[in-house]
């Protein structure tokens, strides 16, 4: 299943953040940044406490760039790890600016590799 996600981030809206449920495998993304500001794009998945243990789990980052430029497209893979008896995993995605930085938009996709 392929995902896109799209966006922008101006004046006081410096961050974006989507939650979706993946199924464990790899993917590949295109994530490409427009307009005068920078872009921040992480990506985290969430593994749950194991059964006998207590607490609530946790997000663990599985991509982190910093200071996309607008006008740049990055290319890139990542692989998400079966957190879950289902197989599907929480995934994150957080695309975030500098306050008091120039705006930028975003359009992100990914697809099973």
Not at 1 to 24: C, N, P, Q, W
Not at 65 to 70: D, E, L
Request: charged share 25%; net charge neutral.
């Amino acid at each position: 299943m392929s995902t896109t996600i799209s966006g922008s981030l101006h004046d006081f809206d410096t961050k974006d953040t989507y939650e979706k449920l993946r199924v464990a495998r790899r993917y590949t993304y295109t994530l490409r940044a427009m307009g005068g500001g920078k872009l921040r794009f992480k990506l985290k998945y969430y593994s749950p406490p194991e059964l006998a243990e207590a607490g609530n789990g946790e997000w663990y980052v599985l991509e982190d760039r910093s200071k996309i430029a607008g006008g740049t497209t990055l290319n890139g893979s990542f692989t998400v790890p079966e957190t879950w008896a289902s197989g599907k995993t929480s995934l994150k995605f957080i695309f975030s600016r500098g306050a008091l930085t120039e705006g930028v938009e975003y359009e992100f996709y990914m697809e099973p590799a």
